[in-house]
């Protein structure tokens, strides 16, 4: 059975630690990009306990038979001042499942619940943000009607 309910500061940790081994396997898509900072589990979960506290944020978390299995947390934000795509959007950067396996399931269900919420506050769009390697989390938001608007291209200098 699962279970999607608003975060709380209980799951700060589950969430910094699931979002540090994303960081790993995402520098091995692009070792400078994504290149992790030594501390950056920690400053992650200090950014994360103000999220988790902000009224702003709409932080959701999926468990399977009471174990966290994923979340995603949503930010309503205005579209840069040269387009007008008709209201803010919902930026989904820190979203992510324990289990590849999941995206399909436990992501969709959390996208929903999160883009869901971002209606109701005003989101006319939400923007996902992901590493191009991850397929698994692509095909997810392909399957749940996402469709690529960018793309980000790097080279070391």
Do not use: N
Request: hydrophobic share 45%; proline share 6%; glycine share 8%.
């Amino acid at each position: 059975m699962i279970a999607i309910r608003s975060a709380s500061p209980r799951d700060v940790a589950a969430i910094a630690e699931l979002m540090a081994r994303r960081r790993e396997t995402y520098e091995q898509y692009q070792p400078v990009f994504w290149r992790r900072a030594a501390d950056a589990q920690a400053r992650h979960a200090a950014f994360l306990a103000t999220l988790v506290e902000d009224s702003k944020a709409i932080c959701r978390v999926a468990e399977r038979e009471g174990r966290f299995a994923g979340f995603a947390i949503g930010s309503l934000v205005p579209p840069p001042p040269v387009y007008d795509p008709g209201g803010p959007a919902c930026a989904l950067d820190d979203y992510a499942v324990a289990d590849d396996g999941d995206w399909a399931t436990i992501g969709t269900d959390l996208l929903r619940a999160v883009t869901e919420e971002a209606r109701r506050r005003g989101a006319v769009q939400v923007v996902v943000v992901g590493g191009h390697a991850d397929e698994a989390k692509r095909e997810a938001l392909r399957l749940a009607g996402l469709s690529i608007a960018a793309e980000w291209w790097t080279a070391p200098l």
